[in-house]
């Protein structure tokens, strides 16, 4: 049971473009929702969070928009670069106690 | 500071056999996960520890052990490796557990694991 859909599962664009991956949840409870960054053979980081409270939040050529109604939050990604070039996870997270739910990753590739 | 180290880097292990993946961490966080990634899966949370002392289990415990005998250190065991085990494990940490509130994990490079 996948509780955060993500999609698409692999994404290229080129230099400069605007890839946007979508994230749905079904848990109400949710209430953090953290993108993740992993480059190959390495760990995923931590990219950008964001609350419910709010639709949209900002960081450098990141933003992620929120829609609480419709249960979805997107990435997007402003001037990409290749070294953007990246799997990105979506999560959700009940802060109260549950445990971090990661969708099913989206492979993005950014041609020169 | 190193963060999280993990090993091995990788593994080719016989079904059957017992192994040991280690994580150790030098941030001095309360929590610690295991999981594991596989394409088109994301990442399944296997177990977790909130502190030192204490374990829980994740979505897909089974097959799989903890101990968390002191704050840095959580090894995770395969008692006896099955080829459905074949994946990539990330060892990851965070300050407080999960009922503590929105935060950051961390995640260590990672142990390519190939079960034949």
């Known amino acids: 049971q996948q509780q955060v859909k993500q999609s698409p599962q692999s994404l290229i664009v080129q230099k400069g473009g605007i890839p946007i991956i979508n994230c749905a949840y079904e848990?109400?409870?949710?209430?953090?929702f953290p993108w993740y960054q992993q480059f190959p053979g390495k760990g995923p980081a931590l990219l950008i969070a964001?609350?419910?409270?709010?639709s949209e939040k900002k960081e450098g050529r990141f933003t992620i928009s929120f829609n609480k109604s419709a249960k979805q939050f997107s990435l997007h990604i402003m001037d990409s670069q290749p070294g953007d070039s990246a799997t990105y996870f979506c999560?959700?997270?009940?802060?109260?106690?549950?445990?971090?739910?990661f969708g099913e990753g989206t492979q993005l590739t950014v041609n020169p | 500071i190193a963060g999280i180290t993990q090993a091995p880097t990788s593994q080719i292990l016989a079904a059957g056999r017992r192994m040991t993946l280690r994580c150790t961490q030098d941030?001095?966080?309360?929590?610690m996960y295991w999981y594991r990634q596989d394409l088109g899966l994301g990442l399944r949370l296997i177990h977790y520890?909130?502190?030192?002392?204490?374990?829980g289990k994740g979505e897909v415990p089974d097959g799989y052990s903890v101990s968390r005998a002191n704050t840095d250190d959580f090894p995770l065991t395969l008692a006896s490796a099955v080829p459905s085990q074949t994946s990539v494990y990330f060892c990851?940490?965070?300050?407080?557990?999960?009922?503590?509130?929105?935060?950051?994990?961390?995640f260590g490079p990672g142990t390519r694991l190939t079960v034949l």
């Open positions: 990851a940490s965070s300050r407080y557990g999960l009922a503590g509130g929105a935060n950051e994990q961390f």
């Open positions: 848990n109400t409870a949710f209430d953090y």
């Open positions: 964001i609350r419910p409270d709010v």
């Open positions: 999560a959700g997270e009940e802060t109260s106690g549950s445990r971090l739910t």
């Open positions: 941030m001095r966080h309360n929590a």
């Open positions: 520890s909130n502190t030192a002392g204490t374990t």
